[in-house]
């Protein structure tokens, strides 16, 4: 693997000297129950990883319209989520180190439920920053996972993987579609955004026999840390990072502005609801059948082809249909987020180590999220200059293209060489 050499020596000595252990002593010797629990709390956790983001996607409109924050405001709030993912996700690999993956999603899953619950108070301050909390916790808990996952279900990683990232979509798309009745049936935006934290309590509370059973593992208490950083001088880093990038870029753009767009289009905010739920459904078996295309032998590079393309005819179908086919571009735009779990995967194995990993995840998160955060901003900084939506979807679709190639590359033999073989 060219490149990855002169990164790989340090995590490895790790790898042979602090993470071996629990590899082979504590696994064998972990309770059903704390599998059990382990389970429960990967898909309590999945649940609530996107709805603190869809709850407020499908509610932007409404929410600007009862609060009354102008066009510079409207464009931050969808920003917020991809910069503390940058920001508060960097910060992941050194909080783990500290206090162990366990303990490190726990607090996560802490801020992002009083985040959440923050965001009920019907202000624009408290909006944003309810915003900030709870997505600075999503941050850290989404670049923790892969090593939770590794650590935990060291020999079912693409089973986890799909669970975790299956349930994540489920719950985004049961948020999406119920958030606009709720506000209704509440009678505030607000306060429908804000009864999303409910789910992230019942997730902190899930994962607390996790972390109490991780407390009194003495062997954890060593693990080490590799930096990410120098990571990214890698080919591995950097290919993880760019396929990172690009993935939540357009991801990210379109979760955030699509019911609005639709909106904008002619569609009532009901069934820009319903398209946005439709668009996120069809990503859930998406997920599903791209892995398990990308799990037979030589097939990880048609998978990721496959994602890649179709989200370039969504984007194009968006671009060009009218308002009134828009569950064309939803189906074909929900098939190529699956590639999310793809991704994941190849994340949860691309380490030498579980330090390694967190490593990993770290870079290609922190610095992705970083970069992607261009992708809702500008869109709505592009739609209020231009007043359309041309614009922003033909770059969107240029991106979509630049996710082709950048497949390409990440599947070659050195870099899918892993992620076909566990």
């Given at each position: 693997m060219p490149g990855t050499p002169p990164a790989s020596p340090p995590a490895t000595a790790q790898a042979r000297t602090v993470p071996a252990a629990p590899a082979t002593g504590s696994a064998p010797a972990k309770p059903r129950s704390a599998v059990v629990f382990g389970v429960i709390a990967l898909v309590l956790i999945g649940l609530n990883l996107r709805a603190g983001i869809t709850g407020a996607s499908a509610l932007l409109h409404d929410l600007q319209a009862v609060l009354g924050y102008g066009a510079l405001v409207a464009s931050i709030i969808p920003s917020i989520p991809t910069l503390c993912f940058a920001l508060a996700g960097a910060a992941t690999s050194w909080l783990t180190g500290k206090l162990g993956v366990e303990k490190a999603i726990l607090l996560s899953l802490a801020l992002l439920a009083g985040g959440l619950m923050?965001?009920?108070?019907?202000?624009?301050?408290?909006?944003?920053?309810?915003?900030?909390?709870?997505?600075?916790?999503?941050?850290?808990?989404?670049?923790?996972?892969?090593?939770?996952?590794?650590?935990?279900?060291?020999?079912?990683?693409?089973?986890?993987?799909?669970?975790?990232?299956?349930?994540?979509?489920?719950?985004?798309?049961?948020?999406?579609?119920?958030?606009?009745?709720?506000?209704?049936?509440?009678?505030?935006?607000?306060?429908?955004?804000?009864?999303?934290?409910?789910?992230?309590?019942?997730?902190?509370?899930?994962?607390?026999?996790?972390?109490?059973?991780?407390?009194?593992?003495?062997?954890?208490?060593?693990?080490?840390?590799?930096?990410?950083?120098?990571?990214?001088?890698?080919?591995?880093?950097?290919?993880?990072?760019?396929?990172?990038?690009?993935?939540?870029?357009?991801?990210?753009?379109?979760?955030?502005?699509?019911?609005?767009?639709?909106?904008?289009?002619?569609?009532?905010?009901?069934?820009?609801?319903?398209?946005?739920?439709?668009?996120?459904?069809?990503?859930?078996?998406?997920?599903?059948?791209?892995?398990?295309?990308?799990?037979?032998?030589?097939?990880?590079?048609?998978?990721?082809?496959?994602?890649?393309?179709?989200?370039?005819?969504?984007?194009?179908?968006?671009?060009?249909?009218?308002?009134?086919?828009?569950?064309?571009?939803?189906?074909?735009?929900?098939?190529?987020?699956?590639?999310?779990?793809?991704?994941?995967?190849?994340?949860?194995?691309?380490?030498?180590s579980t330090a390694e990993t967190t490593a990993l995840s770290t870079l290609a998160q922190s610095s992705g999220y970083l970069l992607a955060t261009a992708g809702p901003f500008g869109m709505g900084l592009l739609h209020s200059a231009t007043g359309g939506w041309s614009l922003p979807l033909v770059l969107l679709l240029v991106l979509a293209l630049a996710q082709i190639v950048v497949s390409h590359l990440i599947t070659g033999p050195a870099m899918s060489r892993n992620a076909e073989g566990k």
């Open positions: 923050l965001r009920g108070i019907p202000a624009t301050g408290m909006l944003v920053a309810g915003s900030v909390v709870g997505m600075s916790g999503l941050a850290i808990c989404n670049v923790a996972m892969p090593s939770f996952i590794r650590e935990h279900f060291a020999s079912r990683t693409s089973l986890m993987t799909a669970v975790y990232t299956v349930t994540m979509t489920t719950g985004g798309t049961l948020t999406s579609v119920a958030v606009v009745p709720l506000a209704h049936a509440l009678g505030s935006p607000s306060a429908a955004v804000g009864a999303v934290g409910i789910a992230a309590v019942a997730a902190f509370v899930g994962f607390l026999p996790v972390a109490l059973h991780a407390h009194r593992s003495t062997v954890r208490t060593t693990a080490g840390h590799v930096s990410p950083w120098p990571l990214l001088r890698t080919r591995k880093g950097q290919l993880l990072t760019a396929i990172f990038t690009l993935q939540a870029l357009l991801a990210y753009a379109v979760l955030s502005w699509f019911p609005y767009m639709l909106t904008t289009m002619g569609l009532s905010a009901s069934d820009s609801g319903l398209m946005f739920g439709l668009m996120q459904l069809v990503s859930v078996p998406a997920g599903m059948v791209l892995i398990a295309i990308g799990a037979r032998p030589r097939m990880l590079r048609p998978a990721f082809y496959l994602a890649s393309i179709i989200m370039a005819a969504g984007i194009a179908a968006l671009l060009s249909l009218p308002v009134a086919l828009a569950a064309v571009p939803a189906v074909l735009i929900g098939f190529g987020l699956g590639i999310f779990p793809l991704v994941m995967v190849m994340i949860s194995r691309s380490g030498t």
